[in-house]
């Protein structure tokens, strides 16, 4: 079966731009994770859904970072008025069972922002 | 929150000798601990992990040790081959993941 898939791959944004990331999950899976990696660094989580409902925004570094995963499958993560400092790549994660189960998150490919 | 220190940030070795990364973790809380491999690029993926009611987990050339006591937990890979060669990360959990700053391994043929 076909594993977690992100778009765009890389995007390039000027300084001010709103970008929306997309993320496909596993088909089935319950939690959804979006984590921000700079470049260097281990990856830093932004934000947690387990079905359509975000449980955990805590890591979202502004009001500038807005997601959402209204049916409970796709989710997207838009950035609003990007700056410098937004550029990373995002990395969308998914795992079949809820928090309460600690089981494998399994890694999309990422998204390579870029904020000219 | 959870703090994840891993060191070193850079191990090279020479092809067939064994490499170690220990990290260490704040939160008692933390129950899962797993460890993943990034190569240049591309996404992160597991390749081993260890809970919390485990002392010991062992995969082929890969093993990982865990002291909940010392809130410390350890990589182990013997008989490393160039394949070997990429960023790995620990990360301690109780549900998202807290991620070391990563080891960067090298192993020369």
């Known amino acids: 079966g076909a594993g977690v898939s992100q778009s765009p791959r890389y995007k390039v944004a000027k300084r001010g731009q709103d970008v929306a990331l997309r993320c496909d999950p596993i088909?089935?899976?319950?939690?959804l994770f979006w984590y921000q990696q700079a470049l260097g660094q281990g990856p830093e989580f932004l934000t947690y859904f387990q079905n359509e409902a975000q449980l955990d925004k805590s890591g979202l570094p502004s009001d500038r970072f807005f997601a959402e995963r209204p049916e409970g499958s796709v989710s997207t993560l838009k950035i609003q008025r990007t700056q410098q400092e937004d550029s990373a790549v995002y990395l969308c994660?998914?795992?079949?069972?809820?928090?309460?189960?600690?089981?494998?998150?399994?890694f999309g490919p990422g998204t390579r922002l870029t904020v000219l | 929150g959870e703090n994840v220190e891993q060191h070193p940030s850079t191990l090279s070795v020479q092809e067939g000798d064994s490499a170690v990364i220990k990290c260490t973790y704040s939160?008692?809380?933390?129950?899962?601990f797993p460890w993943y491999k990034q190569e240049l690029g591309k996404r992160p993926q597991l390749i081993i992990d260890?809970?919390?009611?485990?002392g010991e987990k062992k995969d082929q050339r890969i093993a990982v040790t865990l002291n909940k006591t010392a809130k410390h937990f350890s990589l182990h890979i013997t008989e490393t081959q160039p394949e070997d060669s990429a960023v790995y990360f620990c990360a301690a959990t109780d549900y998202k993941l807290s991620f070391g700053a990563g080891t960067t391994v090298t192993v020369r043929a």
């Open positions: 260890i809970r919390s009611n485990v």
């Open positions: 994660a998914s795992s079949y069972l809820g928090t309460s189960v600690h089981n494998e998150q399994f």
């Open positions: 088909s089935g899976h319950v939690s």
């Open positions: 939160d008692s809380a933390s129950n899962y």
